[in-house]
């Protein structure tokens, strides 16, 4: 999501910022975050992004999780403490705790935006969703005062009628159930 595009991001271009990560980390003695920023906010994602505010939107965000400071153990991703640093020593079921104590759904806080963020979101989410049962509810077409069914309905009744000056002698040739 932009501040004025919506952009579509792909688990592709998650992919390839991770294996880039990857092997960054590997390479390098010091991990090199302004090479990381850079790949990940205008090569991979920042590619698709067309808008220049939008650009420096992305800029922003990424600055707060690619910076050396990351890897202190009292690190907080966000003010309230809730996305926060996890300590090394910690074993599986320390990781696991903490992934259960996170929120179902992400704030914008993790973003560094602020909580109306979250109100745009759910407003865009509602007008697509009653978009949607819009385009599927059933669309009735007056002809004469008569919705779509009755028109079809009365349809085999005036097919079956004989055409105007063709006379009453060609009844016998109408197909059964159109008699008179």
Not at 135 to 163: D, F, I, N, W, Y
Request: proline residues 6%; aromatic residues 10%; charged residues 15%.
């Amino acid at each position: 999501m932009g501040f004025n595009i919506p952009y579509e991001f792909t688990d592709g271009d998650l992919c390839i910022c991770i294996c880039q990560l990857q092997m960054f980390l590997s390479e390098y003695a010091d991990i090199p975050c302004k090479v990381l920023k850079y790949t990940a906010g205008e090569l991979n994602y920042g590619s698709r992004v067309s808008d220049n505010w939008d650009q420096c939107c992305i800029m922003s965000i990424l600055e707060d999780f690619y910076t050396p400071e990351v890897l202190t153990p009292e690190f907080a991703y966000s003010e309230s403490g809730i996305y926060r640093q996890i300590s090394t020593n910690s074993d599986l079921d320390g990781y696991l705790q903490y992934i259960r104590s996170l929120p179902l759904n992400d704030s914008p806080e993790i973003f560094g935006l602020h909580n109306n963020a979250s109100i745009t979101f759910a407003q865009n989410k509602s007008f697509a969703l009653l978009g949607t049962i819009v385009q599927l509810q059933h669309k009735t077409l007056m002809v004469g005062g008569h919705s779509r069914e009755e028109v079809v309905a009365l349809m085999p009744s005036v097919l079956c009628q004989p055409l105007p000056g063709t006379g009453s002698e060609h009844k016998h040739q109408l197909p059964a159930g159109c008699q008179q």
